[in-house]
């Protein structure tokens, strides 16, 4: 993993925290040292993110990064073309959520924003040994979409649309 992609992971992994996490345990997630999430949370910090050091760990207060959430449609097949646009451009797809008649809203977090996430996640389904969320509406869905700017977000919409996968909000 890059260093980019890795801190990209650990502001991920800090944004889906509710408690402190520890900077060992980061470090054991990353197999690497303690002292190279140090050195990562002060790059992180001097790039806008408010993270608080405490006895307990690391907490993220707020985010610069923006979230749009976007309808979709499209197929199966077109998953990871749809995944691709989002990442290439520089999203992260947080989540993925549906509104089902019955249940209500269904969400999954998802935090794709590799190819190589992409790829894990498309394996799973072409191996059976999942089904996208899509499948019980009609192919209809909801991603949470993180960037770095509203303009990054504008791109990926744009992407989206030229693709036909923007879906009518009714």
């Known amino acids: 993993m890059k260093v980019a992609e890795r801190r990209k992971a650990i502001v991920t992994l800090l944004m889906a925290q509710k408690e402190a996490i520890s900077g060992s345990a980061i ?20 790039l806008g993110y408010e993270i608080l050091s405490t006895h307990n760990g690391y907490i993220l207060q707020k985010s610069p990064l923006v979230e749009r ?10 998953t990871e073309d749809e995944l691709t646009c989002i990442v290439d451009l520089g999203g992260t797809v947080v ?8 249940y209500g809203k269904i969400t999954v ?31 209809y869905h909801y991603h949470t979409v993180r960037a770095d700017s509203e303009d990054v977000l504008n791109d990926i919409g744009a992407a989206l649309a030229q693709r036909n996968y923007i879906a009518p909000i009714i």
């Open 27 to 46: 470090a054991e997630n990353f197999s690497i040292s303690r002292q190279i999430i140090v050195q990562d949370i002060a790059v992180l910090k001097g």
């Open 69 to 78: 959430v976007f309808k979709v449609r499209h197929t199966t097949d077109q």
């Open 95 to 102: 989540d993925v959520f549906v509104w089902h008649k019955v």
């Open 109 to 139: 977090p998802l935090n794709i924003f590799t190819r190589h996430h992409i790829k894990n996640f498309i394996e799973g389904v072409r191996t059976g040994k999942s089904t996208e969320l899509m499948n019980i509406t009609g192919g």
